[in-house]
Structure formats: C-alpha cells, structure tokens
C-alpha cells in the first residue's frame, strides 16, 4: 500500500474522504442510493448503520431526499433516522418543518500518521480478524442485547480491506480493545473500549497505540475517528495519542412517532 496524506488537499475533499472511509468501516447490511443520498439499514440499535448518509456530488431537494428515505424506513419497520455532518446540512430547514429531534453530537477528528503516537506492545495482540474473546468483551462492556451481538458481528465481517482487531488482555481476558479499518490510505479507528475495572491503567492509549502502528507499517498516511462530543475522558485519550485536529460534526435528526 502506498502511503498518502490529506495534508495538500483542499478541506472539502479530506472531509469527504474521511465521510467515505468512516462509512466503510462500519457497513451496513443494506444499502441503497437514494437522491444523492445513502440508506443504510442493518436491524439493532446502532445509529450509523440504521440512518440515511449524504453522499460526495449532486444531491437531490430536501423534500424528496426525505420522503425517499421516510419511504425506505417505514418499508422495513423502522423509524426514520438522518445523520447529518456539517459538510451536507441542507436538509435541516426540511427537518425542522417536519419534526424531527437532533440527538448525538460528534465530532470527527484527523492527525497525520506522523504525528500519531503509536508503537508496538508485548501485551496487545493485533489480528485480521476478531477472536471470540474479542467479541465477548465488546458485548459485556457494550450492553448489547442478543440482535445487537447478531448484527454486530455481521458488520465486522462484511468489512472490506485492510483491517486490524486489536485487544490487550489480563489473566487470560481481554480488557481493552478496538479495531481498525485503512480505506485510501486513511486509518479509521473504531470500537475503542477499555473495561471499567481496568481503566486508569493507560490501557486504551496501548491498545490504540498498537492499531496506529498497525497502520502505520501497512502504508497509511493519516489516521482519523469519531468521537461522541462530550466524551471527555476518550477526547483526551484522542489528543494524547496526537489526533488534535477536528475536521467537522454530525449530529442525527429522528421523528418521535406516537404509539
């Protein structure tokens, strides 16, 4: 893989590389183009994956983008759901006419690979795919219920590419892990979680340091990632390991329909 680097792009087109990249590692189970724009269902509670997504170009008029994708979701049971990033926010004036809540700022954040603090550690484990330990400690420090721990390991393997699941473990159980996805050369890091009986231990700054220099012997050039806007302990885990640049937003938008 060649390595590459958002340093000389204009800020639009690293921001919608990083929108692609971020959508690719966490796909969906089905996936349809609508308007310009990307609906996204997958079943469970998880948002990104159960929402409609603006795609880079040309997209259609608000009004039809939302009664497309209202279409979509209430063909499949299920309430309709926007994410909304600040790069393509010209649906918010529609929304509003129509009802819809905000909920679930954040924030999306880019450092270069050079400027990311991440090495190799005796004690976390880096592999292509997800051990079952892995899982099983996603799912307890996750609260997922049973079609969250389906749906969920249906996404990791649908994911395409270069990826790394890595994990940090502690008498024989794994306390901290997260994966990671490069798409053009971009690491996306996902799915970082440390067990609370084991945090203050820097913990999430080795497994995550770990992914990073995953990443940085396959080739990529920048690393980036998600995080909810008042997470404070994981924004300063972020800023630690040198992911200080916030690139934009999202937020969601959903319509509460009355029973």
């Known amino acids: 893989m060649t390595k590459s680097s958002g340093a000389h792009m ?10 692609e990249a971020c959508r690719e590692a966490w796909p969906s189970a089905l996936e349809i183009v609508a308007n310009g724009w990307l609906l996204r269902r997958s079943g469970g509670r998880i948002r990104r994956s159960n929402s ?6 040309e997209r259609g008029a608000p009004k039809r983008v939302i009664d497309a994708a209202e279409a979509f979701y209430a063909s499949h049971g299920q309430a309709p759901l926007f994410r909304i990033p600040d790069i393509a926010a010209e649906l918010e004036p529609e929304l509003d006419r129509r009802g819809y809540d905000r909920e679930g ?13 991440g090495a190799g550690f005796d004690d976390v484990r880096v592999s292509p795919t997800p051990s079952e330990r892995w899982f ?3 799912f307890r420090t996750g609260g997922y219920d049973e079609t969250d ?3 969920f ?3 990791t393997s649908l994911i395409a590419g270069d990826k790394a699941f890595v994990s940090c473990e502690r008498d024989n159980e794994v306390v901290a892990f997260a994966f990671g996805v490069i798409r053009n050369g971009l690491l996306v890091v996902e799915a970082v979680e440390t067990d609370a009986r084991f945090r203050q231990q820097g913990l999430g700054r080795r497994t995550v340091g770990g992914l990073i220099g ?10 980036c990632l998600q995080v909810v806007v008042d997470n404070t302990p994981a924004r300063a885990l972020y800023a630690s390991l040198g992911f200080s640049r916030e690139l934009y937003r999202y937020h969601y938008r959903r319509k509460t329909v009355s029973a």
């Open 153 to 155: 390991r249906e996404m």
């Open 136 to 138: 099983e400690a996603r």
């Open 149 to 151: 721990r389906r749906v």
């Open 52 to 57: 409609a997504n603006p795609l880079r170009g």
């Open 10 to 19: 204009a800020p639009d087109d690293l921001e919608w590389r990083m929108e």
């Open 105 to 117: 700022g954040t924030i999306h954040l880019h450092a270069g690979i050079d400027a990311l603090a």
């Open 214 to 223: 995953w990443a940085r012997r396959a080739g990529a050039g920048a690393g």
